[in-house]
Nanobody
Framework: QVQVVESGGGLVQAGASRRLSCTAS????????MVWFRQAPGKEREGVSCISWNGISTYYAASVKGRFTISRDNAKNTLYLQMNSLKPEDTAMYYCAAASTWYRGSCPPLGSVAYWGQGTQVTVSS
């Protein structure tokens, strides 16, 4: 049984930092591209950042590039998202996902995700 569990969300002030974690079990973690998606109220779910199975390749959406850093520890089956200089527009539910394919130049689309976490809420106050 595959489980993907996010943690680290919460209420923060604009300009602050936060680190999200995602731990996966029941799957061969280093076989998957890992992705952080987010969804704000009334908006579509979007890929924020993703990382290849070996951690060598990463991708960031333009809206977070330079502020967010994705990383993974395959020995711990854990994915991270370090978020710095948070803005109110970063407020969303953040989802961790495992996808079977690395897409050059973008994160995997929603339809390619094999496993989803339940999400962790990040709220940035101004």
């Amino acid at each position: 049984q595959v489980q993907v569990v996010e943690s680290g969300g919460g209420l923060v002030q604009a300009g602050a930092s936060r680190r999200l974690s995602c731990t996966a079990s029941g799957l061969t973690f280093d076989h998957y591209t890992m992705v952080w998606f987010r969804q704000a109220p009334g908006k579509e779910r979007e890929g924020v950042s993703c990382i290849s199975w070996n951690g060598i390749s990463t991708y960031y959406a333009a809206s977070v590039k330079g502020r967010f850093t994705i990383s993974r520890d395959n020995a711990k089956n854990t994915l991270y998202l370090q978020m710095n200089s948070l803005k109110p527009e970063d407020t969303a539910m953040y989802y961790c996902a495992a996808a079977s394919t690395w897409y050059r130049g973008s994160c995997p689309p929603l339809g390619s995700v094999a496993y989803w976490g339940q999400g962790t809420q990040v709220t940035v106050s101004s």
